[in-house]
C-alpha cells in the first residue's frame, strides 16, 4: 500500500480546512504547530520532511489540543529534547499516551505499521513497558467509550481512503502489537 504524506494533507484539509482553519503542511526539519497569525491566516500543523508518521503524530496532537492550546504555538506543551532524565522522561510519556493512543489508532486505519515512541534514545534509561501498557489502555478506552470527535472524523477519512472494507477492533490492539 501506498502511503504518501500528500494524501494525509489532502485529507486533513478536506476534515478540517474549513471547520479549523488550520492546514497540515510537510518539509521542516523539526516539527512544529503554528496558530495563524497576522502573516499566515490559517493554523499550520508542520511536519517532519516527508514523513508520513510525523505527520500523523502531529495530526494526533493537534486532535487532543482544544481551542485554548491550539492558539499557542506547539501547543503550549513543555518539551525536552533527546536527553532526558529519567524524571523528564516521565513527564513526556504522561502527555504522550493519548497522542500516541490516536496515532496508533491512524495507523491502523491506514495500514500502516506503528510502534510506541519514546523519543529519548541518548538520555536515562527507563522500562517502556508501562507506558506502552498506557497506550493500550486508552486506545481500548477510546474504542469502547467513543473517539473524540475530531480524530474520529480523520480516522472515518483515513479508512474511506486507505481501507474502505476496514473496521478497527479492539483485540487489534494489544501489547504484544507492540
Request: charged content about 20%.
Amino acid at each position: 500500500m501506498n502511503h504518501d504524506c500528500q494524501d494525509l494533507i489532502r485529507l486533513f484539509g478536506d476534515c478540517f480546512a474549513a471547520d479549523f482553519n488550520t492546514r497540515l503542511i510537510g518539509g521542516a526539519p523539526e516539527p512544529v504547530y503554528l496558530p495563524a497569525d497576522a502573516d499566515e491566516p490559517m493554523h499550520r500543523i508542520i511536519f517532519t520532511r516527508d514523513y508520513y508518521r510525523s505527520a500523523l503524530h502531529e495530526i494526533a496532537h493537534w486532535c487532543v489540543a482544544g481551542a485554548a492550546r491550539r492558539e499557542q504555538v506547539d501547543f503550549g506543551y513543555w518539551y525536552a529534547p533527546d536527553g532526558r532524565s529519567a524524571d523528564q522522561q516521565s513527564a513526556f510519556e504522561q502527555v504522550e499516551v493519548k497522542p500516541q493512543a490516536l496515532e496508533w489508532l491512524f495507523c491502523a486505519a491506514t495500514g500502516h505499521s506503528f510502534r510506541v515512541s519514546l523519543d529519548n534514545l541518548s538520555g536515562e534509561s527507563t522500562d517502556p513497558t508501562p507506558f506502552k501498557t498506557r497506550v493500550v489502555e486508552q486506545v481500548h478506552a477510546y474504542l469502547s467509550g467513543g473517539i473524540p470527535e475530531r480524530p474520529a472524523r480523520f480516522i472515518d477519512a483515513l479508512l474511506m481512503h486507505y481501507r474502505p472494507q476496514a473496521a478497527l477492533q479492539i483485540s487489534d490492539f494489544s501489547l504484544d502489537a507492540l
